[in-house]
Protein backbone atom coordinates (compact mmCIF):
# COMPACT_ATOMS: atom_id res chain seq x y z
CA UNK A 1 0.00 0.00 0.00
CA UNK A 2 1.40 3.53 -0.83
CA UNK A 3 2.31 5.58 1.47
CA UNK A 4 0.47 8.86 2.69
CA UNK A 5 1.43 12.09 4.44
CA UNK A 6 -0.93 11.34 7.19
CA UNK A 7 1.06 8.13 7.46
CA UNK A 8 4.28 9.53 7.78
CA UNK A 9 2.96 11.82 10.29
CA UNK A 10 1.94 9.55 12.67
CA UNK A 11 4.61 6.91 12.29
CA UNK A 12 6.52 6.11 15.77
CA UNK A 13 9.86 6.17 16.59
CA UNK A 14 11.25 2.60 17.55
CA UNK A 15 14.10 1.03 19.31
CA UNK A 16 15.21 -0.03 15.86
CA UNK A 17 15.17 1.61 12.49
CA UNK A 18 12.42 0.68 10.32
CA UNK A 19 11.01 0.82 6.81
CA UNK A 20 7.83 2.32 5.74
CA UNK A 21 7.28 1.33 1.99
CA UNK A 22 5.55 3.22 -0.85
CA UNK A 23 6.27 1.85 -4.25
CA UNK A 24 8.87 1.06 -6.96
CA UNK A 25 11.33 -0.11 -4.30
CA UNK A 26 10.94 3.56 -2.70
CA UNK A 27 10.53 3.72 1.20
CA UNK A 28 11.06 6.16 4.12
CA UNK A 29 13.52 4.74 6.68
CA UNK A 30 12.25 5.62 10.09
CA UNK A 31 15.47 6.25 12.29
CA UNK A 32 15.60 5.59 16.66
CA UNK A 33 16.51 9.18 16.71
CA UNK A 34 13.55 10.09 14.94
CA UNK A 35 15.15 11.12 11.58
CA UNK A 36 13.21 10.23 8.56
CA UNK A 37 14.93 9.55 4.70
CA UNK A 38 14.22 8.51 1.69
CA UNK A 39 15.77 5.67 0.16
CA UNK A 40 14.89 3.71 -3.23
CA UNK A 41 15.93 0.18 -4.05
CA UNK A 42 16.70 -0.77 -7.54
CA UNK A 43 19.07 -3.71 -8.95
CA UNK A 44 21.90 -2.81 -11.63
CA UNK A 45 23.83 -5.39 -13.32
CA UNK A 46 22.09 -8.08 -11.33
CA UNK A 47 22.92 -6.18 -7.50
CA UNK A 48 20.67 -4.83 -5.51
CA UNK A 49 21.67 -1.17 -4.77
CA UNK A 50 20.69 1.96 -2.56
CA UNK A 51 19.71 5.27 -3.67
CA UNK A 52 19.28 8.49 -0.77
CA UNK A 53 16.45 11.03 -1.71
CA UNK A 54 17.25 13.00 0.82
CA UNK A 55 15.09 13.55 4.27
CA UNK A 56 11.60 14.00 4.91
CA UNK A 57 9.98 16.60 5.47
CA UNK A 58 12.47 18.78 3.78
CA UNK A 59 11.89 16.25 0.65
CA UNK A 60 8.35 15.61 0.19
CA UNK A 61 6.55 12.27 -1.01
CA UNK A 62 5.43 14.22 -4.26
CA UNK A 63 9.29 15.18 -4.32
CA UNK A 64 10.45 11.80 -3.60
CA UNK A 65 8.30 9.94 -5.62
CA UNK A 66 9.38 12.34 -8.54
CA UNK A 67 12.79 11.73 -7.80
CA UNK A 68 11.86 7.94 -8.37
CA UNK A 69 10.54 8.39 -11.16
CA UNK A 70 13.72 9.98 -12.83
CA UNK A 71 16.14 7.34 -11.28
CA UNK A 72 13.88 4.75 -12.89
CA UNK A 73 14.00 6.84 -16.03
CA UNK A 74 18.34 6.95 -15.99
CA UNK A 75 17.91 2.97 -14.98
CA UNK A 76 15.93 2.13 -18.05
CA UNK A 77 18.53 3.98 -20.66
CA UNK A 78 21.14 1.18 -18.79
CA UNK A 79 22.78 3.77 -16.26
CA UNK A 80 23.24 3.33 -12.58
CA UNK A 81 21.03 6.23 -10.93
CA UNK A 82 23.60 6.46 -8.13
CA UNK A 83 26.47 6.63 -10.69
CA UNK A 84 24.25 9.94 -12.08
CA UNK A 85 23.59 11.47 -9.11
CA UNK A 86 27.16 11.98 -8.29
CA UNK A 87 27.66 13.34 -11.76
CA UNK A 88 25.14 15.78 -11.71
CA UNK A 89 26.17 16.85 -8.13
CA UNK A 90 29.85 17.67 -9.52
CA UNK A 91 28.06 19.33 -12.62
CA UNK A 92 26.14 21.25 -10.14
CA UNK A 93 29.25 22.06 -7.93
CA UNK A 94 31.46 23.11 -11.04
CA UNK A 95 29.05 25.51 -12.08
CA UNK A 96 28.62 26.99 -8.54
CA UNK A 97 32.77 28.01 -8.82
CA UNK A 98 32.78 28.69 -12.49
CA UNK A 99 31.71 32.31 -11.73
CA UNK A 100 32.15 35.22 -14.31
CA UNK A 101 35.68 36.52 -13.37
CA UNK A 102 37.45 32.53 -13.71
CA UNK A 103 35.65 32.53 -17.32
CA UNK A 104 36.78 36.19 -17.68
CA UNK A 105 40.68 35.55 -16.90
CA UNK A 106 40.28 32.74 -19.34
CA UNK A 107 39.21 35.11 -21.76
CA UNK A 108 41.77 37.71 -21.17
CA UNK A 109 44.75 34.93 -21.46
CA UNK A 110 43.35 33.92 -24.73
CA UNK A 111 43.31 37.46 -25.72
CA UNK A 112 47.04 37.89 -24.39
CA UNK A 113 48.30 34.86 -26.22
CA UNK A 114 46.43 36.14 -29.55
CA UNK A 115 49.10 39.34 -29.34
CA UNK A 116 46.37 42.29 -29.73
CA UNK A 117 47.44 45.67 -29.47
CA UNK A 118 48.47 47.21 -26.14
CA UNK A 119 45.97 49.18 -26.10
CA UNK A 120 43.11 47.07 -26.77
CA UNK A 121 44.54 44.98 -24.16
CA UNK A 122 44.35 47.61 -21.36
CA UNK A 123 40.60 48.42 -22.59
CA UNK A 124 39.37 44.63 -22.34
CA UNK A 125 40.79 44.28 -18.53
CA UNK A 126 39.08 47.66 -17.59
CA UNK A 127 36.00 46.16 -18.93
CA UNK A 128 36.65 42.88 -16.92
CA UNK A 129 38.30 44.13 -13.60
CA UNK A 130 36.59 47.28 -13.29
CA UNK A 131 33.72 47.89 -15.17
CA UNK A 132 32.38 44.19 -14.95
CA UNK A 133 32.82 43.61 -10.90
CA UNK A 134 29.14 43.12 -10.17
CA UNK A 135 29.82 40.04 -12.42
CA UNK A 136 32.59 38.56 -10.94
CA UNK A 137 31.35 36.27 -8.23
CA UNK A 138 28.03 35.03 -10.08
CA UNK A 139 27.81 31.57 -11.47
CA UNK A 140 28.15 32.19 -15.06
CA UNK A 141 25.41 29.92 -15.69
CA UNK A 142 22.99 31.83 -13.61
CA UNK A 143 23.75 35.98 -14.90
CA UNK A 144 20.53 36.72 -16.38
CA UNK A 145 19.96 39.13 -19.29
CA UNK A 146 18.39 41.95 -17.06
CA UNK A 147 21.75 41.77 -14.97
CA UNK A 148 23.32 42.83 -18.06
CA UNK A 149 21.42 45.36 -19.04
CA UNK A 150 21.67 47.07 -15.81
CA UNK A 151 25.50 47.26 -15.90
CA UNK A 152 25.46 48.64 -19.67
CA UNK A 153 22.85 51.10 -18.96
CA UNK A 154 24.42 52.38 -15.90
CA UNK A 155 28.21 53.00 -18.06
CA UNK A 156 25.07 54.91 -20.55
CA UNK A 157 23.87 56.79 -18.16
CA UNK A 158 27.12 58.07 -17.43
CA UNK A 159 27.31 59.67 -20.64
CA UNK A 160 30.09 57.16 -21.76
CA UNK A 161 27.65 55.80 -24.86
CA UNK A 162 30.55 54.42 -26.20
CA UNK A 163 32.25 52.56 -23.83
CA UNK A 164 28.80 50.79 -23.21
CA UNK A 165 28.50 49.30 -26.46
CA UNK A 166 32.36 48.12 -26.10
CA UNK A 167 31.77 46.78 -22.72
CA UNK A 168 28.60 44.69 -23.83
CA UNK A 169 30.71 43.44 -26.42
CA UNK A 170 33.04 41.93 -24.05
CA UNK A 171 30.52 40.68 -22.27
CA UNK A 172 29.07 38.95 -25.05
CA UNK A 173 32.86 37.45 -25.78
CA UNK A 174 33.17 36.37 -21.90
CA UNK A 175 29.97 34.43 -22.59
CA UNK A 176 30.59 32.79 -25.82
CA UNK A 177 33.40 31.48 -24.36
CA UNK A 178 31.96 30.19 -21.65
CA UNK A 179 29.22 28.45 -24.22
CA UNK A 180 31.75 27.13 -25.99
CA UNK A 181 34.15 25.73 -23.09
CA UNK A 182 30.71 23.80 -21.87
CA UNK A 183 30.20 26.23 -18.84
CA UNK A 184 26.63 28.42 -19.45
CA UNK A 185 24.05 27.31 -21.82
CA UNK A 186 23.53 30.53 -23.75
CA UNK A 187 25.02 34.19 -24.07
CA UNK A 188 22.67 36.43 -22.05
CA UNK A 189 24.28 39.46 -23.91
CA UNK A 190 21.94 38.53 -26.72
CA UNK A 191 19.10 39.62 -25.27
CA UNK A 192 20.05 43.28 -25.02
CA UNK A 193 21.83 43.64 -28.43
CA UNK A 194 19.88 46.77 -29.40
CA UNK A 195 18.90 48.34 -26.45
CA UNK A 196 21.94 50.86 -25.54
CA UNK A 197 21.84 54.35 -27.56
CA UNK A 198 23.66 55.13 -30.58
CA UNK A 199 27.09 56.08 -29.97
CA UNK A 200 27.54 59.71 -30.47
CA UNK A 201 30.20 60.24 -33.35
CA UNK A 202 32.73 62.93 -32.69
CA UNK A 203 35.78 63.68 -34.88
CA UNK A 204 38.92 64.56 -33.57
CA UNK A 205 39.73 68.24 -33.65
CA UNK A 206 42.19 68.74 -36.26
CA UNK A 207 44.28 71.65 -38.08
CA UNK A 208 43.68 71.41 -41.37
CA UNK A 209 44.76 75.02 -42.54
CA UNK A 210 48.46 75.66 -43.44
CA UNK A 211 48.71 78.57 -41.74
CA UNK A 212 47.23 77.32 -38.82
CA UNK A 213 49.29 74.63 -38.21
CA UNK A 214 52.74 76.62 -39.34
CA UNK A 215 51.99 79.04 -36.10
CA UNK A 216 51.21 75.44 -34.09
CA UNK A 217 54.65 74.32 -34.98
CA UNK A 218 56.14 77.44 -33.89
CA UNK A 219 54.16 77.28 -30.42
CA UNK A 220 55.58 73.63 -30.82
CA UNK A 221 59.10 74.79 -31.01
CA UNK A 222 58.62 77.65 -28.09
CA UNK A 223 57.00 74.37 -25.77
CA UNK A 224 58.40 74.46 -22.36
CA UNK A 225 57.43 71.56 -20.97
CA UNK A 226 59.31 67.96 -21.34
CA UNK A 227 61.76 67.68 -24.22
CA UNK A 228 61.14 63.71 -24.84
CA UNK A 229 56.81 64.42 -25.06
CA UNK A 230 57.75 67.72 -27.60
CA UNK A 231 60.22 65.24 -29.60
CA UNK A 232 57.77 62.64 -29.56
CA UNK A 233 55.06 64.66 -30.70
CA UNK A 234 56.94 65.96 -33.78
CA UNK A 235 57.66 62.64 -34.18
CA UNK A 236 54.35 61.07 -34.59
CA UNK A 237 53.33 64.61 -36.99
CA UNK A 238 56.32 63.41 -39.43
CA UNK A 239 55.49 59.89 -39.80
CA UNK A 240 51.64 60.30 -39.61
CA UNK A 241 51.05 57.39 -37.39
CA UNK A 242 49.29 57.46 -34.34
CA UNK A 243 50.21 58.31 -30.51
CA UNK A 244 49.82 54.97 -29.18
CA UNK A 245 52.37 53.88 -32.03
CA UNK A 246 54.65 56.21 -30.91
CA UNK A 247 54.48 56.21 -27.43
CA UNK A 248 55.31 52.38 -27.84
CA UNK A 249 57.93 52.64 -30.31
CA UNK A 250 60.96 50.43 -29.57
CA UNK A 251 64.35 50.55 -30.29
CA UNK A 252 64.60 47.14 -31.91
CA UNK A 253 61.98 48.14 -34.46
CA UNK A 254 63.81 51.09 -36.06
CA UNK A 255 66.52 49.92 -39.00
CA UNK A 256 68.37 53.12 -38.76
CA UNK A 257 70.69 52.77 -41.69
CA UNK A 258 68.06 52.39 -43.98
CA UNK A 259 66.01 54.63 -42.31
CA UNK A 260 62.70 52.58 -41.35
CA UNK A 261 60.27 51.91 -38.61
CA UNK A 262 58.76 48.65 -38.77
CA UNK A 263 55.85 48.63 -36.30
CA UNK A 264 54.44 44.69 -36.13
CA UNK A 265 50.88 44.07 -36.56
CA UNK A 266 49.98 43.21 -32.79
CA UNK A 267 50.62 47.13 -32.30
CA UNK A 268 48.78 48.68 -34.99
CA UNK A 269 44.81 49.31 -35.20
CA UNK A 270 44.25 47.11 -38.32
CA UNK A 271 46.03 44.65 -37.31
CA UNK A 272 48.63 44.31 -39.94
CA UNK A 273 52.69 44.88 -39.96
CA UNK A 274 53.38 48.81 -41.20
CA UNK A 275 56.69 49.69 -42.31
CA UNK A 276 57.32 53.33 -41.91
CA UNK A 277 60.03 55.27 -44.11
CA UNK A 278 61.73 57.90 -42.33
CA UNK A 279 62.18 61.00 -43.71
CA UNK A 280 66.08 62.86 -42.07
CA UNK A 281 63.95 64.65 -39.86
CA UNK A 282 62.31 61.88 -38.31
CA UNK A 283 65.86 60.12 -38.11
CA UNK A 284 67.31 62.88 -36.21
CA UNK A 285 64.65 62.91 -33.49
CA UNK A 286 64.96 59.20 -33.04
CA UNK A 287 68.70 59.50 -32.71
CA UNK A 288 68.34 61.98 -30.36
CA UNK A 289 66.13 60.33 -28.01
CA UNK A 290 68.24 56.69 -28.35
CA UNK A 291 68.77 55.70 -25.06
CA UNK A 292 72.00 53.04 -24.90
CA UNK A 293 71.55 51.48 -21.87
CA UNK A 294 71.05 47.52 -21.57
CA UNK A 295 67.04 47.58 -20.51
CA UNK A 296 65.97 50.21 -22.26
CA UNK A 297 63.64 49.87 -24.94
CA UNK A 298 61.42 52.84 -25.81
CA UNK A 299 62.71 55.53 -27.87
CA UNK A 300 60.27 58.03 -26.29
CA UNK A 301 59.85 56.71 -22.74
CA UNK A 302 58.18 58.36 -19.79
CA UNK A 303 59.38 60.65 -17.31
CA UNK A 304 59.01 58.72 -14.63
CA UNK A 305 60.42 55.36 -16.08
CA UNK A 306 62.86 54.96 -18.96
CA UNK A 307 61.05 51.45 -19.13
CA UNK A 308 57.76 52.96 -19.29
CA UNK A 309 55.68 54.33 -21.63
CA UNK A 310 54.99 57.86 -21.82
CA UNK A 311 50.96 58.03 -20.59
CA UNK A 312 47.89 57.89 -22.91
CA UNK A 313 47.09 61.65 -22.35
CA UNK A 314 50.63 62.95 -22.47
CA UNK A 315 50.41 64.27 -25.96
CA UNK A 316 46.96 66.03 -25.41
CA UNK A 317 47.63 67.54 -22.21
CA UNK A 318 50.61 68.81 -23.75
CA UNK A 319 48.18 70.40 -26.70
CA UNK A 320 46.19 72.23 -23.75
CA UNK A 321 49.65 73.45 -21.43
CA UNK A 322 50.41 74.85 -25.23
CA UNK A 323 46.58 76.51 -25.22
CA UNK A 324 44.99 74.29 -27.62
CA UNK A 325 41.26 73.04 -26.27
CA UNK A 326 40.46 69.57 -27.61
CA UNK A 327 38.18 71.44 -30.07
CA UNK A 328 41.36 73.04 -31.42
CA UNK A 329 43.67 69.82 -32.08
CA UNK A 330 44.27 66.35 -30.36
CA UNK A 331 47.36 64.14 -30.97
CA UNK A 332 45.26 62.02 -33.39
CA UNK A 333 44.07 64.50 -35.32
CA UNK A 334 47.42 65.25 -36.62
CA UNK A 335 46.92 62.02 -39.45
CA UNK A 336 44.49 64.50 -40.70
CA UNK A 337 46.54 67.32 -40.73
CA UNK A 338 48.83 65.84 -43.05
CA UNK A 339 46.19 63.62 -45.01
CA UNK A 340 44.29 66.90 -45.87
CA UNK A 341 47.33 69.44 -46.82
CA UNK A 342 48.98 66.52 -48.75
CA UNK A 343 46.10 66.10 -50.61
CA UNK A 344 45.32 69.83 -51.30
CA UNK A 345 49.09 69.68 -52.59
CA UNK A 346 48.36 67.38 -55.03
CA UNK A 347 49.76 64.13 -54.07
CA UNK A 348 48.60 60.45 -54.95
CA UNK A 349 45.69 60.36 -52.64
CA UNK A 350 46.37 56.04 -52.37
CA UNK A 351 49.82 56.81 -51.56
CA UNK A 352 48.90 58.76 -48.70
CA UNK A 353 46.20 56.23 -47.62
CA UNK A 354 49.09 53.88 -47.52
CA UNK A 355 51.40 56.07 -45.47
CA UNK A 356 48.89 56.16 -43.18
CA UNK A 357 48.24 52.67 -43.15
CA UNK A 358 44.45 52.89 -44.29
CA UNK A 359 43.58 49.02 -45.04
CA UNK A 360 42.33 48.94 -48.50
CA UNK A 361 39.07 46.79 -48.75
CA UNK A 362 40.18 45.34 -51.50
CA UNK A 363 42.47 42.09 -50.35
CA UNK A 364 44.23 42.25 -53.95
CA UNK A 365 44.72 45.80 -54.53
CA UNK A 366 45.68 45.92 -50.27
CA UNK A 367 48.23 43.21 -51.50
CA UNK A 368 49.58 45.77 -54.08
CA UNK A 369 49.61 48.69 -52.83
CA UNK A 370 51.86 47.22 -50.23
CA UNK A 371 54.12 46.21 -52.31
CA UNK A 372 54.47 49.26 -54.94
CA UNK A 373 54.35 52.07 -53.32
CA UNK A 374 57.41 51.83 -50.90
CA UNK A 375 59.24 54.54 -53.47
CA UNK A 376 56.45 56.63 -53.41
CA UNK A 377 55.96 56.61 -49.93
CA UNK A 378 59.78 57.26 -49.22
CA UNK A 379 59.28 60.26 -51.40
CA UNK A 380 56.53 60.91 -49.82
CA UNK A 381 56.99 61.43 -46.22
CA UNK A 382 60.51 63.39 -47.16
CA UNK A 383 58.96 66.12 -48.99
CA UNK A 384 56.56 65.92 -45.82
CA UNK A 385 58.90 66.53 -43.44
CA UNK A 386 60.78 69.40 -45.90
CA UNK A 387 56.50 71.16 -45.44
CA UNK A 388 56.67 70.97 -42.02
CA UNK A 389 60.03 72.86 -41.97
CA UNK A 390 58.54 75.17 -44.42
CA UNK A 391 55.17 75.46 -42.79
CA UNK A 392 57.38 75.94 -39.22
CA UNK A 393 59.38 78.94 -40.88
CA UNK A 394 56.71 80.56 -43.25
CA UNK A 395 54.32 83.58 -42.35
CA UNK A 396 52.35 83.79 -45.37
Not at 116 to 132: C, F, G, N, P, Q
Not at 163 to 180: C, D, I, N, Q
Not at 192 to 214: H, Q, W, Y
Amino acid sequence: MALSDLKIRKAKNRDKAYKLADSGGLFLLVKPNGSRLWQQKYRYLGKERLLSHGSYPEVTLAQAREKREKARVVLAEGRDPAVQKRIDQIEAETQARTTFKLVAEDYLQMAYERELADSTMRKKIWHVETLATPLHDRPINEITSAEVLQLVKRVERSGRRETAKKLLGTLSAVFRLAVVTLRAENDPTYAVKGSLLPVKVTNRAAITDENVFGQFLRDLDAYTGAGVIKDALLFQILTMTRPGEVRGAKQQEFDLDNRKWAISANRMKMRRDHVVPLSAQALELVERNWIDVDGVELVFPSLNSNRKWLSENAFNSALRRMGYSKDDATAHGFRSTASTILNDQGFDGEVIEAALAHQDKNAIRRAYNRATYWDQRVGLMQKWADLVDEFRTSTF
